[in-house]
């Protein structure tokens, strides 16, 4: 059973920056490697979100928004998912999620309970 906990979430000016964590349990080492992940964000009143994800083969993706400002990593023996956030836009303020896919091809099948970023103007 995989399960997601994420940490990291604070409150900080705009401009500043934070480092989301997301641990995993349930996962080889390998495996973990191999996992496709990534980092989702709901603002009060607004759909989830995708921010950022490792794709099939450890390619990177990122919504237009964070672009250059945001960085997804893993660290595979950790079994640990990082958002590296720079820049932050008090737009950016969010409850952030972590999540994993069973299989690449399928959609989101594991969720974390989530953790609050919130950025002041």
């Known amino acids: 059973q995989v399960q997601l906990v994420e940490s990291g979430g604070g409150s900080v000016q705009e401009g500043g920056s934070l480092r989301l964590s997301c641990a995993a349990s349930g996962y080889t080492i390998i495996d973990y490697a191999r996992a496709c992940m990534g980092w989702f964000r709901q603002a009060p009143g607004k759909e989830r979100e995708w921010v950022a994800a490792f794709e099939r083969g450890g390619s990177t993706t990122y919504v237009d928004t964070v672009k250059g400002r945001f960085t997804i990593s893993k660290d595979s023996v950790k079994k640990s998912l990082y958002l590296q956030m720079n820049g932050l836009k008090p737009e950016d303020t969010a409850m952030y999620y972590c999540?994993?896919?069973?299989?690449?091809?399928?959609?989101?099948?594991?969720w974390g309970q989530g953790t609050q970023v919130t950025v002041s103007s």
């Open positions: 999540a994993a896919k069973a299989y690449c091809s399928g959609g989101y099948d594991y």
